[in-house]
């Protein structure tokens, strides 16, 4: 079975590195897994956003019409994304940035103050890793380890002095209980 | 290096150029692969490599065609709209024999299009821009992994058959990151000592040219090189099938446009409709052979492709009338996806039984 998530945000809000965490967690976890950026006229402060396909086969296509989960972590996102949520799929959103205009009753809503719970506590360009660290209560196989060492692998090659405040981001995320 | 790791398509076709052996690059930055360029501009410089960001496209194949006549390994990569630009000198290393390897990460076109993947360029591949009666040879990888296999092969090709090899891959492929393995380079070293301008010391000078001057040497020169490509057709023509044992419709797609017919054809085979593969691998030389041995036995061949229309032809070719031949596409953008797919290869089963 095919499974695909979108995460969005802001430029500089880290979405393509966490798509790329996300990515290799699941690939840790014995999934096929594709990750497929945006790409084109982006920016910071533009929008951007990556698809993760994961799969128990080959995975077929990338840059598909809809997603099964949507992350949106800002109001842009959400707003541009939601058409796109599949049918009893799922959109998660940064509720500091979003307001949630819930124009769709056949999707669920999940929401964490993502960029608030890094601010407060110091990780300010973590919001990411809130994200993800909240998405281990949505998603049962993913978990902390799995992620730690997703990140672990990701800042390889001169950026692993990020390793522990990343790591304490997604901690912040996981403490936090994701709200309907 | 044969841990499983994450990477983009673009980083697997250069790292896997670096296993291959690259001597030299020579390229111009383009959207959607000029990360094959950033990551070779660090370590070709870490490995004492010769890199060369040429001032543009023209240059940097010119510059290919140069370095490859001494027998070098010698890679440039680019895309559609500025591969276009390098179809003489093309024609010219097919004439003149020598082992270049040309990545092109296909965006839309036609003139400067847009940089989103399409695979407008199959006519560009195979039958080329350039003049006269050349072919180069033309694989298509399908993902990231073959991304790697297929540069390998590019390269062990080029050398083998002194002829320009072209890994054909769409800006889907080069920007997507998928699990993939390098291994080792798995080809044998080809000797070029016969023929590569290295240096006349010690024994007589050698020329390499493809002006003809006379009828006889022109006439001679091209029944060579196509007693060459024949050889290249025998051995190295390459395709992938699945399911066709017992196919009544079989579906036609290259590249990473496969992913998505794979998909299309596990749903239709729990539907009942019995659909097969075929996915040439390389483009040139196509397996016209087989597709039209398979041609003979299924009702329907449909051909999926990110164009208006290209590689359908070289099927209809192969099919020899044997089979009905449709096709699904669209030009550029969002690639089909596997309910569009499966919803076109009813509509086509429904307007052929209409027909009946």
Not at chain 1, 62 to 90: C, P, T, W
Not at chain 1, 133 to 158: F, H, M, R, S, Y
Not at chain 2, 50 to 71: D, P, R, W
């Amino acid at each position: 079975m095919e499974q695909n998530f979108i995460i969005a945000g802001f430029g500089g809000q880290g979405v393509l590195f966490a798509g790329k965490v996300l990515a290799n967690a699941f690939m840790f976890l014995g999934n096929n897994v594709t990750w497929y950026p945006c790409y084109g006229a982006e920016m910071r402060g533009g929008t951007v956003n990556c698809e993760i396909v994961i799969s128990d086969e080959e995975v077929s296509s990338v840059h598909k019409e809809n997603a099964d989960y949507i992350i949106a972590l800002n109001q842009l996102s959400f707003d541009r994304f939601l058409s796109k949520v599949k049918s009893g799929g799922m959109m998660f959103s940064n509720s500091t940035l979003v307001d949630e205009n819930k124009l769709r009753t056949d999707i669920e809503y999940l929401s964490a103050p993502m960029t608030q719970i890094a601010n407060e506590s110091g990780y300010s360009k973590l919001a990411n890793m809130v994200a993800l660290g909240a998405l281990t209560n949505i998603i049962p196989a993913l978990n902390e380890n799995v992620l730690a060492k997703a990140i672990q692998k990701v800042l390889e090659g001169g950026k692993e002095k990020f390793f522990e405040s990343n790591l304490e981001a997604l901690k912040l995320g996981i403490g936090c209980l994701a709200l309907a | 290096m044969s841990e499983k790791v994450l990477i983009k398509g673009n980083y697997a076709i250069a790292q896997a150029a670096l296993n291959a052996g690259l001597e030299c690059y020579f390229g111009y930055p383009i959207t959607p692969q000029t990360e094959i360029g950033e990551y070779l501009s660090g370590e070709m410089y870490k490995r004492n490599l010769a890199y060369v960001c040429a001032e543009s496209e023209l240059a940097a194949i010119n510059m290919v065609l140069g370095a490859s006549s001494t027998g070098a390994k010698t890679m440039t990569t680019s895309s559609s709209c500025a591969v276009a630009l390098m179809q003489e000198a093309l024609s010219y290393a097919c004439a003149d024999e020598v082992p270049v390897v040309l990545v092109n990460v296909m965006r839309a076109g036609p003139g400067l299009g847009y940089i989103y993947p399409a695979q407008g360029d199959y006519y560009q591949a195979v039958k080329g821009g350039g003049n006269g009666d050349y072919k180069m040879t033309v694989l298509a990888p399908s993902t990231v992994q073959e991304c790697i296999d297929l540069t390998y092969r590019a390269f062990y090709l080029a050398h083998k058959y002194r002829n320009p090899t072209m890994l054909l891959a769409d800006g889907l492929l080069g920007q997507m990151m998928e699990p993939a393995e390098f291994g080792e380079y798995p080809y044998p070293e080809v000797d070029n000592s016969s023929w590569a301008l290295t240096g006349a010391k010690g024994r007589d000078g050698r020329a390499i040219y493809s002006l003809g001057a006379c009828e006889e040497k022109q006439i001679k020169r091209i029944y060579h090189l196509f007693e060459k490509y024949k050889q290249i057709a025998e051995n190295e023509t390459d395709w992938e099938e699945l399911n066709t044992e017992d196919a009544d419709i079989l579906l036609v797609a290259f590249g990473s446009m496969t992913r998505n017919i794979k998909a299309a054809m596990n749903e239709l085979r729990k539907e009942g409709i019995k659909a097969g593969i075929l996915r040439p691998i390389t483009l040139s030389p196509f397996p016209t052979q087989r597709i039209n041995e398979i041609s003979k036995q299924v009702n329907n061949i449909i051909v999926v492709e990110m164009n208006m229309g290209q590689m359908v032809n070289d099927v209809k070719i192969a099919v020899e009338g044997n089979a009905k031949v449709d096709l699904i596409n669209r030009p550029v953008g969002q690639w089909l996806s596997v309910e569009e797919i499966i919803t076109g290869v009813k509509k086509v089963l429904e307007n052929s039984y209409a027909s009946v």
